[in-house]
């Protein structure tokens, strides 16, 4: 079994930066890829983006990429992070991680192929 706790949401003003934390206990997998969502207020969860284990392939949404990074510890830690940057107002919602033991790049946005996913943490954007 695996668990995932995201923490580092909060209240930011456009244009801000922020970080987000996934930590994983139980029993992980060298096969796991980490997948980041998100709900918009009034709206459906979307994909963002999602990275393989080892973190040396790494694929966005279009309405991200280039503004949001996803990497991870290689220590002992295991947290996977998600770096928003230019954060606007319409972003506003619940962020979450989520991890599949094997899924196909043509399944990367499909929210049905993770098995684990967080409880969320809200962010905020507003002036």
């Known amino acids: 079994q695996v668990q995932l706790a995201e923490s580092g949401g909060g209240s930011v003003q456009p244009g801000d930066s922020l970080r987000l934390s996934c930590a994983p206990s139980?029993?992980?997998?060298?096969?796991?890829?980490m997948g980041w969502f998100r709900r918009p207020a009034g709206k459906e969860r979307e994909f963002i983006g999602v990275?393989?284990?080892?973190?040396?392939?790494?694929?966005y949404s279009d309405s991200v990429k280039g503004r949001f990074t996803i990497s991870r510890d290689h220590g002992v830690k295991t947290t996977v992070y998600l770096q928003l940057a230019n954060l606007q107002p319409e972003e506003t919602g619940v962020y979450y991680c989520?991890?599949?033991?094997?899924?196909?790049?043509?399944?990367?946005?499909?929210?049905?192929?993770?098995?684990?996913w967080g409880q969320g943490t809200q962010v905020t954007v507003s002036a």
């Open positions: 989520a991890a599949a033991y094997s899924v196909i790049s043509s399944d990367f946005g499909d929210e049905s192929r993770y098995e684990y």
């Open positions: 139980g029993t992980t997998s060298l096969w796991f890829h």
């Open positions: 990275m393989n284990w080892r973190g040396d392939r790494k694929y």
